[in-house]
Nanobody, 114 residues
Framework: QVQLVESGGGLVQPGGSLRLSCVASGSIFRFYDMGWYRQAPGKQRELVAVISSGGSTNYADSVKGRFTISRDSAKRTVYLQMNSLKPDDTAVYYC????????WGQGTQVTVSS
């Protein structure tokens, strides 16, 4: 069974930064994509960023130029560096791993507020 554990969420002022981390454990196929999704109150879960096993990345238009996704495959860890945060970035952020199956973390709250 694969488990994903996120960390790094919290409260930050507009314009601030946060770095999210997600560590995967368990039996994982060699090639897998990892990513971050978010869900704000009353809204559907949406893609934030994804990184493939080969290092290719894709971002939501709303975060391009502000967020950076990266991974350390040896550590089975994916990161999301979030800069220039806005109140609209407030959401629960979920780590996602796609291999033969799809797995989700429990989520970490990010609140951007003054």
């Amino acid at each position: 069974q694969v488990q994903l554990v996120e960390s790094g969420g919290g409260l930050v002022q507009p314009g601030g930064s946060l770095r999210l981390s997600c560590v995967a454990s368990g039996s994982i196929f060699r090639f897998y994509d990892m990513g971050w999704y978010r869900q704000a109150p009353g809204k559907q879960r949406e893609l934030v960023a994804v990184i493939s096993s080969g290092g290719s990345t894709n971002y939501a238009d709303s975060v391009k130029g502000r967020f950076t996704i990266s991974r350390d495959s040896a550590k089975r860890t994916v990161y999301l560096q979030m800069n220039s945060l806005k109140p609209d970035d407030t959401a629960v952020y979920y780590c996602n791993l796609k291999s033969v199956n799809t797995y989700w973390g429990q989520g970490t709250q990010v609140t951007v507020s003054s």
